[in-house]
Every structure is written in structure tokens, then in C-alpha cells.
């Protein structure tokens, strides 16, 4: 199998990777389309470095949270969480849990593009030493950040979501 075939099928099988990094960094659907083709041309170009030592999955993201940060950094672009995937909600179907998730999905798109990606990879279930691997800072470091996100979404979340 030829390298370039290998490379295809990985990326095939681990695309939700790229999705799901595009859908929280991005809004409209021509600047996530631009950041999934700069994702997998970032990807191909490293892919002669990729050794192995970890999963490819872990790489992959490593490598699409990178390319999502500084993707935009050149035309001084922001780049914000896509708040247009929460649903439009009609006023008679809205309960607390969607009211709740939709404030959640506010407040982090007020986070730091690093604190997104944190965010994100520990919705996933990755522990903190994965993430840590992804993001290259300590597991410590990780728990850190994430007790003072865990803070700051809550306090932002209140600013969104009233109680009835």
C-alpha cells in the first residue's frame, strides 16, 4: 500500500475528528469547508513525521486543533464556536435541559480558542493525559484549566439561562 493510500484511508476513518474540531472553531459553512481542507493539507505535510507514538486519532487532533487556531491568526479573523448549530427552539417545546444546553453552548463560545479545544476533547472522554498530549502542556496543567473552566462556564451560564 502506497503511502498516500494509507494516509486516505486513516484520514476516512477518522474525519468526525476534523468535523468536529471545524464545527466548533468555525461559523459559516464556506470557512469550515476552508479549515477542512487546510486541516488535511496541514495533515498530509506532517503525516512523513508521524512515528506512531501515539494514535493516530490523538496526532489527527493534535494536528486540526493546531490548524484551527492559527488558521485564521494571518487575516486577524475571530474564530468563534458555531452557536448556529444549537436547534431554533419553539416556545412550546423548551425545557430546562435544552434551555440549559443551549446557555452551555453560549458560554463556551466565549471561551479561548484553547479552552475550546479542552473543552471539546473532554466532552469526547479523552482523560487528561490524553489531552495533554493533544494540546502539549502537563496533565496537571489540564486539571487546572479545566476547574477554572468548569467556573467560568457556570458563571457564564447563568447569564444565559434564567430559571423559570
Known amino acids: 500500500m502506497s503511502v498516500e493510500s494509507e494516509f486516505i484511508g486513516l484520514l ?9 474540531v471545524c464545527n466548533l472553531y468555525m461559523q459559516s459553512h464556506a470557512d469550515k469547508d476552508d479549515l477542512f481542507q487546510e486541516i488535511t493539507l496541514q495533515a498530509w505535510k506532517a503525516y512523513a513525521n508521524f512515528r506512531g507514538d501515539s494514535k493516530f486519532s490523538t496526532w489527527l487532533y493534535r494536528v486540526a486543533l493546531n490548524t484551527a487556531i492559527t488558521f485564521y491568526r494571518k487575516e486577524k479573523k475571530n474564530i ?3 452557536v448556529e448549530t444549537v436547534p431554533e427552539l419553539s416556545e412550546n417545546i423548551i425545557d430546562h435541559v435544552e434551555e440549559k444546553t443551549k446557555a452551555m453552548y453560549l458560554a463556551i463560545g466565549e471561551l479561548s480558542k484553547i479552552d475550546k479545544a479542552i473543552v471539546m476533547l ?43
Open 12 to 20: 476516512k476513518e477518522h474525519q468526525k475528528i476534523i468535523y468536529k
Open 80 to 82: 468563534v464556536l458555531n
Open 122 to 164: 473532554y466532552l469526547e472522554d479523552f482523560t487528561y493525559t490524553q489531552i495533554s498530549e493533544i494540546i502539549g502542556i502537563t496533565p496537571n496543567n489540564i486539571a487546572v484549566k479545566m476547574n477554572r473552566i468548569k467556573i467560568k462556564l457556570k458563571e457564564q451560564t447563568k447569564k444565559y439561562y434564567t430559571t423559570h
